[in-house]
């Protein structure tokens, strides 16, 4: 078991709601030990990579409205 932790930055984030609905989005993922977000839209991901991937977590954001920015 690898712990993976990853700061990501993802649209979509507005306000607090915003955030309530991100950790809803997430809610349950298996292999997600964390997960915290800023109104700035910085996420950070914290999760073991023998049970999920970043591209499942990334999906399952997507689903939610919640997409991937380009590092500045």
């Not at 979509?12 to 800023?38: N, Y």
Request: with cysteine; hydrophobic share 40%; aromatic share 4%.
């Amino acid at each position: 078991m690898t712990t993976v932790r990853e700061t990501i930055r993802v649209s979509g984030i507005r306000c607090e709601r915003c955030v309530l609905r991100l950790g809803k989005v997430l809610e349950g993922h298996d292999g997600l030990e964390q997960a915290s977000a800023t109104l700035m839209g910085e996420v950070t991901l914290v999760y073991d990579d023998a049970r999920t991937t970043r591209a499942a977590l990334l999906g399952d954001m997507a689903r939610g409205g919640f997409r991937e920015q380009p590092a500045y």
